[in-house]
């Protein structure tokens, strides 16, 4: 494995998945709020940073191409859980939540299985679109908490209703794409 600014920007986002729950336990609300919003909101932009350097760079790895997804879904998977924490159990977060956890889960899965052939399942426009769409919708629900300003909570909301929509489509098509691999053949 090699150091290098994309690599450690991917960290860097792995790292900050844990610490968007932890400042809950250990900062007063809306300080929490805060944090987590800043924290979110950086690891967010290295997403797209270590990718983009590692191109521009000529910097890609391997470690670099197993670590990026999943720092990913630890930063969603993790601030999805904050967001239904505090709201508790309401349908407006739920709902879509359930689906984006769904589909996550579903998709790794699947690259799991696939192994060496899951270059069928690459990662498309829409999905980028899809994970975008996730960030800044949990961005703006940070910035709802923190500064309680009510139109934040119903922009965070349409968009992650978005989001969830986007990752409906993505989560089918994947599985469009993986179906002749899940088949099972049977010689008479």
């Not at 508790?88 to 579903?106: D, S, W």
């Not at 949990?138 to 909570?153: D, S």
């Amino acid at each position: 494995m090699t150091w290098n600014l994309p690599n450690i920007l991917t960290v860097f986002r792995l790292l900050c998945a844990p610490g968007v729950a932890l400042v809950f336990l250990i900062l007063p609300r809306p300080v929490a709020d805060w944090a987590a919003l800043i924290l979110f909101a950086s690891a967010s932009i290295t997403d797209f940073l270590d990718g983009y350097l590692a191109r521009k760079w000529d910097q890609m790895s391997k470690f670099g191409a197993m670590l990026d997804p999943i720092a990913d879904k630890a930063m969603v998977v993790t601030a999805i859980a904050v967001l239904t924490m505090l709201h508790g159990a309401n349908a407006l977060i739920v709902i879509p939540a359930a689906f984006i956890l769904l589909r996550e889960t579903f998709v790794s899965g699947l690259r799991e299985f696939l192994g060496d052939t899951a270059g069928t399942l690459k990662v498309t426009k829409l999905a980028k679109w899809k994970t975008t769409a996730q960030m800044v919708a949990i961005a703006v629900l940070f910035a709802y908490g923190a500064t309680l300003i009510a139109p934040l909570f119903t922009l965070g909301i349409v968009i992650f209703w978005i989001a969830g929509l986007l990752t409906v489509i993505t989560g089918w098509d994947y599985l469009t794409k993986a179906m002749p691999f899940l088949r099972d053949h049977h010689e008479d």
